[in-house]
């Protein structure tokens, strides 16, 4: 992940942050969001992702999503061990987790790639593993997460833990714990006309501190995209990172806006209307919750394609790339929140032509 230039580089950051701030007032500002939020309950969704205006009929079926269970696959796959790139339980994760979605009724591909980390010049196997649920649908959409965690700690305080691998419970793991919980609730939205295709990216976390190595698994999969689309590319692709701290916020992240407005905010109008407070709560003005990055994540390569692309983040996360990204920091609800707000965002997607 890559905020503006490099978060790690602390005067480019701030500088960022200063321009950032010009952009947000002259595009689109944190007030005018905290406006929106008081009226998509009430507004009209999107009648495509190029256009803000059409009603969609609402739907009487009921979301459902069991967020022990999501904590409980979190957890399991913490103790599992690091899944940093050269880790050695890797291919070990990937069978697992390639194998419980396949269980869930998905067709599994795995997609490996080798990548070459600069410094060292050591190659090194990456894989992105795609689950695609109804496979013949020929509108798509793509939810995705990062699987691996960092081998670096670098914002850590300890100097003596910064070069050391973390855990990744938040940053690395939740997502992908919303992911596979999501897929059991699948059958039950009836997408009949939609495909769901689940991608556990790797290589978010690829290549050192101070590096533009971030999101090599998206980009890779972006880069040879006709492989799983050799004709119609996909309706939309919603990312999410760092979705169980306990203090959760979701502020809308400013790349989505500017290349996504529609999407981004049937996402938000979904989830303020199911009343889920990290949405709110990432809209209220004036609030430290409500700070709006532009940041570099797997969204990114396919806006660069453009493909409507939203990342659903909370960077307002003190123990990120730190030691203390542990489970004792995780809530089951906040993977409930996100997970709710994307199946009723899937509900949405599926009655938009």
Not at 16 to 31: H, K, T, W
Not at 71 to 76: A, H, M
Not at 106 to 117: G, H, P, R, T, Y
Not at 290 to 306: E, M, N, T
């Amino acid at each position: 992940m890559n905020i503006t230039s490099k978060a790690h580089n602390k005067s480019r950051f701030l500088l960022g942050m200063f321009l950032l701030s010009l952009y947000i007032s002259a595009e689109l500002s944190l007030a005018e969001l905290s406006v929106w939020s008081a009226v998509w309950a009430q507004q009209p969704s999107p009648s495509s992702l190029s256009s803000q205006s059409a009603a969609v009929p609402n739907s009487n079926l009921s979301l459902s999503f069991d967020e022990k269970r999501a904590f409980k696959i979190l957890s399991e796959l913490v103790q599992r061990g690091q899944r940093y790139y050269g880790a050695p339980m890797r291919n070990e994760v990937i069978q697992g987790l390639a194998k419980q979605l396949q269980d869930l009724g998905a067709e599994i591909s795995l997609q490996a790639f080798e990548k070459v980390e600069p410094k060292s010049q050591l190659k090194y196997t990456l894989t992105n593993i795609v689950a695609r649920f109804n496979p013949q649908a020929k509108q798509r959409v793509i939810l995705g997460s990062h699987w691996d965690t960092r081998l670096w700690a670098e914002e850590d305080h300890n100097p003596n833990l910064k070069s050391k691998p973390i855990t990744g419970a938040n940053d690395g793991s939740s997502g992908v714990a919303v992911l596979l919980e999501l897929a059991r609730q699948l059958d039950k939205l009836k997408l009949k006309d939609l495909g769901v295709d689940i991608v556990l990216f790797d290589g978010e976390e690829f290549g050192r501190p101070g590096s533009d190595d971030y999101c090599a698994g998206s980009r890779y999969f972006a880069q040879n995209l006709s492989t799983y689309y050799p004709s119609v590319k996909p309706k939309a692709v919603i990312v999410i990172d760092m979705v169980g701290d306990k203090d959760l916020a979701f502020p809308p992240e400013q790349s989505s806006v500017k290349f996504a407005r529609p999407l981004t905010t049937l996402i938000w109008r979904e989830a303020i209307k199911l009343k889920l407070p990290a949405f709110q709560r990432g809209l209220e003005r004036g609030s430290p919750h409500a700070k709006s990055l532009w940041i570099v994540d797997d969204h990114s390569p396919f806006q660069k394609l453009g493909i409507p692309a939203v990342l659903v983040i909370d960077l307002n996360y003190p123990h990120w790339h730190t030691h203390q990204d542990t489970m004792d920091k995780i809530s089951p609800q906040s993977l409930k929140q996100t997970g709710l707000a994307l199946l009723a965002s899937l509900k949405t997607l599926n009655t938009i032509p």
